[in-house]
DNA sequence: TCCTTCTATGTTACCGGTATCGTAGATTTC
DNA sequence: GAAATCTACGATACCGGTAACATAGAAGGA
């Protein structure tokens, strides 16, 4: 831009106060100029831009922040960034923010509520002006500490009664309960819901209750919930395990309502190595509606849940609160969709 | 803890000075008591704990920073968080700067230089100690930006000879090299690259380099790289469409080889649906070694890489130079291994 | 006993910005 | 042409911490 910029030098951290001596003005000229620059005379403002560039000078929010008392960080907690559904509600709060220049801090919790706490502890001391959170089990203290700092705080993934703030999400028991009554509907009667650990998880919780309840409502014996341990990470392979235990153990059983696609396709692709045919012999479905379960064959029945429209709407609702309007209602039920495919269409 | 906390009213933002007072001491002495407490007399240190805890007291690091120059945040900026690859490596870095209680931004450039340059524009404006950055592919300005800002960077997901800082990655063009010789050595001779745009993104060009490479090392003649756009996301699907317009426009090719192993499920998928015998009449190989390529049937021969090893990899070399060591080399090749599974194996 | 050296804490200045108020000169008003 | 109002910028204080230095009293050494 600047003949005046001496290539290779650009300056190393310059401050606005270099900026204002190069210029020939003082701090806060630089300061309008960058914040209100229609309250700067057109000249005054060229030389200081010229400065800016000459130096490389780049300001500080932090310092800017101090004054002001914000700091413009949203800070985000999931449970886990390796489930694309975590990853497709952060990238939504990613987008709603990114347009109000605000920055995200992420961590991942592992599920736990007392690692989420340290890291609520260790994320205030950077003044988020926000915050969002997976789900609604949280540890006393991260419910007190949030509610006295007094930061917007939404939760996600599920809706709830005792928000500590705000709540965007759907009704896992209703979209469960919703599945298991489509399975009914489909002829299925003897089907086994095949969960997550429900510790600490009350997504999992609820999603066992819908189950039940469903199949109580349908005049069937609910089956015993099949929780399975997956300790790294959500893989198909424990869908295909889980058939063939079935398949050997619970011959019965004609229908498998997985909590998760992932599981899902994971015992589609197994019923057809063992020779179960799917869906008259036996129906799937999973939890989530990922892109794999539309391309197997047969293709997936499930759940649609609003992923990324979870983390936009967290990220609006934010930003209404920052810009100092009220937010009501508080609890935001995005619902779900049960998508009916080949998997559970016993003709 | 202290019966002198009024429940309810946990302190909203309360300052050091306020601890300070509340302790009957100066700013000065709470601050040893966080940072170097074995300077401070112990009776002292347990009035100024109290008064924390009584207060509900939660340092501001930022203010903290501001003097020490360090605001404990790493910045890392990645093409899309949807990618669990991606996420993957963000995982390692989260994993491996926590514990030196740092905190992770995170934003995502949608594959798009430009708006990468925008993004670490507003990202140094938060000061980070450090930046993580995707691929090797960076606008002239973002280079010199970066190099004249002096924090540490490590490029992620290539190896390359002009970083601007550290690299940790492998090499894309060595990995495409070996899996096209994979094909080769198993029998397949008209073998289509379906690569994603390369524009912005050196791993698809080199990918399609080392394609290229090993088809004429074979001297075999290099087909032309199928290129699909895949606007919004990395779909099966679109594996399956390729496989559907290769049947019928191609017919005389006898192996995929496909950028991602996602394309390549909907690849081995869709062939079945038309009839396409997999690996006897189409070898059909993946890049980066999924979980469902290990349960689909038949299994996905692909190429694994790196993904969280790069992330922990890169975060340990940045908190060896944050912690003031030089880090020799600067380039690390973590690697990649060919997975040779049913998808290719001609009997 | 007097001087030195710790130990424990306070004082001061400063990090890099911004809010607030002040003010000189120009412009408008009657 | 004097008063009122703008315009464009500066001076000051402060945000919430920390580094660096100062200091009073206790402990140690000759």
Not at 1 to 4: G, Q, R
Not at 126 to 139: K, N, Q, S, W, Y
Not at 212 to 236: K, N, S, T
Not at 243 to 263: G, I, N
């Given at each position: 831009?600047?003949?005046?910029s001496?290539?290779?030098?650009?300056?190393?951290?310059?401050?606005?106060?270099?900026?204002?001596?190069?210029?020939?003005?003082?701090?806060?000229?630089?300061?309008?100029?960058?914040?209100?620059?229609?309250?700067?005379?057109?000249?005054?403002?060229?030389?200081?831009?010229?400065?800016?560039?000459?130096?490389?000078?780049?300001?500080?929010?932090?310092?800017?922040?101090?004054?002001?008392?914000?700091?413009?960080?949203?800070?985000?907690?999931?449970?886990?960034?390796?489930?694309?559904l975590?990853?497709d509600?952060?990238?939504?709060?990613?987008?709603?923010?990114?347009?109000?220049?605000?920055?995200?801090?992420?961590?991942?919790?592992?599920?736990?509520?007392?690692?989420?706490?340290?890291?609520?502890?260790?994320?205030?001391e950077?003044?988020?002006?926000?915050?969002?959170?997976?789900?609604?089990?949280?540890?006393k203290?991260?419910?007190?500490?949030?509610?006295?700092?007094g930061?917007?705080?939404?939760?996600?993934?599920?809706?709830?009664?005792?928000?500590?703030?705000?709540?965007?999400?759907?009704?896992?028991?209703?979209?469960?309960?919703?599945?298991?009554?489509?399975?009914?509907r489909?002829?299925?009667?003897?089907?086994?819901?095949?969960?997550?650990?429900?510790?600490?998880?009350?997504?999992?919780?609820?999603?066992?209750?819908?189950?039940?309840?469903?199949?109580?409502?349908?005049?069937?014996?609910?089956?015993?919930?099949?929780?399975?341990?997956?300790?790294?990470?959500?893989?198909?392979?424990?869908?295909?395990?889980v058939?063939?235990?079935?398949?050997?153990?619970?011959?019965?059983?004609?229908?498998?309502?997985?909590?998760?696609?992932?599981?899902a396709?994971?015992?589609?692709?197994?019923?057809?190595?063992?020779?179960?045919?799917?869906?008259?012999?036996?129906?799937?479905?999973?939890?989530?509606?990922?892109?794999?379960?539309?391309?197997?064959?047969?293709?997936?029945?499930?759940?649609?849940?609003?992923?990324?429209?979870?983390?936009?709407?967290?990220?609006?609702?934010?930003?209404?609160?920052?810009?100092?309007?009220?937010?009501?209602?508080?609890?935001?039920?995005?619902?779900?969709?049960?998508?009916?495919?080949?998997?559970?269409?016993?003709?």
């Open positions: 831009m600047s003949e005046t001496s290539p290779g030098k650009l300056g190393f951290g310059a401050t606005m106060a270099e900026v204002a001596r190069r210029a020939g003005v003082t701090k806060m000229t630089v300061s309008r100029v960058l914040r209100h620059p229609e309250k700067v005379n057109p000249q005054t403002r060229e030389r200081v831009t010229e400065a800016i560039a000459a130096l490389g000078y780049v300001p500080n929010r932090l310092a800017g922040g101090l004054t002001s008392g914000a700091s413009g960080l949203v800070a985000a907690i999931v449970p886990t960034l390796r489930h694309s975590f990853a509600t952060l990238e939504g709060v990613s987008d709603a923010i990114a347009e109000a220049g605000l920055g995200l801090i992420v961590s991942s919790s592992a599920y736990m509520t007392d690692v989420e706490e340290s890291q609520i502890r260790s994320i205030l950077r003044r988020p002006d926000a915050l969002v959170l997976t789900g609604l089990t949280h540890t203290n991260s419910r007190d500490l949030l509610r006295a700092f930061i917007p705080v939404v939760e996600t993934w599920e809706t709830g009664d005792d928000p500590i703030d705000m709540v965007v999400g759907y009704s896992n028991r209703a979209a469960a309960e919703a599945m298991t009554s489509e399975l009914v489909a002829g299925y009667r003897r089907i086994v819901f095949v969960n997550g650990p429900s510790k600490n998880n009350e997504r999992a919780r609820h999603r066992a209750e819908g189950y039940r309840q469903a199949m109580q409502r349908a005049g069937l014996e609910p089956l015993p919930v099949h929780v399975v341990h997956d300790e790294a990470a959500i893989r198909p392979e424990t869908g295909a395990r058939v063939r235990a079935v398949h050997t153990e619970q011959p019965d059983v004609d229908a498998l309502f997985f909590t998760s696609d992932v599981f396709v994971g015992a589609l692709l197994a019923s057809r190595e063992l020779g179960i045919e799917v869906p008259q012999q036996m129906g799937i479905a999973g939890f989530h509606d990922l892109e794999i379960g539309r391309v197997v064959s047969p293709s997936l029945t499930t759940v649609h849940v609003p992923a990324t429209e979870i983390g936009r709407k967290a990220g609006a609702i934010l930003l209404e609160r920052l810009a100092g309007r009220p937010v009501e209602p508080r609890r935001f039920d995005l619902g779900f969709t049960i998508v009916a495919r080949e998997s559970t269409h016993r003709r």
